[in-house]
């Protein structure tokens, strides 16, 4: 059993291994090159809480840290996650130090995005909307290295694939520049799930500079601990194979299905493992309702016809789906990535 299998309460089981794959990131830019880190798995496999545990460390090793989060209800907001990684730290400085901070082309980004302490007067009008959109990209990024010139910076936006576009493409803009700051950035996101701006945060991801940390299911160990730590009692092999199957090894989902059991009084005996099916289903069925809003339309349409036959061959749930084979065989792959189906 691992040194973090026992961490129920902050929902780092197992990811020592992660965790200091991040840390690891945060040295290399206090040196002043620059690091890049993409967090990736599925809904609810901890990236959040890995994400956060990092915060603390960046925040212990004396560097500043700035943090953004896209939520389905802002994806609409242009620079929204760009908001809030700047306007925090700008609204807690003194008036000395937004003005140095702000110095320099930095200006032009605040005052075009309205962010706090921005120098007052009128903007001028640039030639065409791709020179104004890149002259706030650039004040960004100066507002970066303006930020970092006191202290290392540890950039971290969680849930990227819900990110406005504006706020993907200054962090496309930002990423080649990385290496010439004392700046580290890492993101988090869901493979295939996206709200828009798939494109940008592709590229992003992609970048020939990521270290890409993948989050995997937890082990039947650490399951098992798990379960042991939230019900009060050594659980049944049976019993622990019941949690497993029924929540694929996803922290999420595991401590929404602990609670519920906690809730019901079940004991965690073999006799109860059928329980553990019927409450699972239903915890799990929630979780799968929103990942499956933020999927293409051919993969909900496959996912609704295998609930549908429960279990059947590709050709009959992608007939009953009124697919044709090729969009069968892509939809079923963004289902499996997405750990929908097995």
């Known amino acids: 059993m ?46 959040t809480a890995v994400l956060t545990a990092s915060r603390a460390i960046a925040d212990a090793r004396g ?43 930095a200006s ?24 104004w959109s890149f002259a706030v990209l650039h004040g960004l990024y100066w507002l970066c290295a303006n930020l970092a010139s006191g202290h290392p910076l540890y950039i971290v936006v969680d ?3 819900l990110v406005d576009a504006p706020s993907l493409r200054f962090l496309a803009f930002l990423l080649p520049r990385l290496e010439e700051l004392p700046v580290a950035l890492a993101v988090a996101t869901r493979t295939h799930e996206t709200a828009g701006g798939w494109g940008l945060l592709e590229a992003i991801t992609g970048d020939s500079s990521a270290e890409v940390v993948r989050l995997p299911p937890l082990s039947r160990a650490s399951v098992r601990d ?15 194979d019941a949690c497993l199957r029924a929540t694929r ?12 059991l906690r809730e019901e009084g079940v004991e965690p005996t073999a006799e109860s493992a059928t329980h553990v099916d019927r409450i699972g289903a239903h915890t799990l069925g929630r979780s799968l309702s929103l990942r499956l809003s933020r999927l293409s339309e051919p993969a909900v349409r496959l996912a609704r016809s295998v609930a549908i036959l429960e279990r059947s061959d590709l050709d009959q749930a992608a007939r009953l789906a009124e697919l044709s084979r090729d969009e069968a065989i892509e939809a079923a792959d963004v289902l499996v990535v997405a750990s929908i189906l097995d």
């Not at 620079?79 to 003194?94: I, T, W």
């Not at 798990?226 to 622990?240: K, N, S, Y």
């Open 2 to 47: 691992s040194g973090s299998a026992r961490r129920t309460g902050s929902a780092l089981l197992e990811r020592d291994g992660e965790l200091a794959r991040l840390a690891a990131a945060l040295p290399r830019a206090r040196d002043g090159g620059g690091s890049f880190v993409v967090v990736e798995g599925p809904a609810g496999m901890g990236k």
């Open 249 to 260: 090894g996803t922290p999420f989902v595991l401590h929404e299905l602990a609670g519920a």
């Open 226 to 240: 798990f379960v042991e730590d939230a019900l009060g009692a050594p659980p049944q092999p049976e019993f622990v």
């Open 63 to 105: 560097m500043r840290v700035l943090r953004g989060r896209g939520a389905e209800l802002e994806r609409e907001f242009a620079f929204g996650v760009v908001r809030q990684l700047f306007e925090p730290v700008l609204a807690s400085a003194s008036v000395v130090e937004r003005e140095d901070l702000l110095r320099g082309a």
């Open 108 to 131: 032009f980004a605040a005052r075009a995005l309205g962010l706090p302490g921005a120098p007052s007067g009128t903007l001028e009008e640039s030639a065409s909307t791709a020179d």
């Open 159 to 161: 849930d990227a694939h």
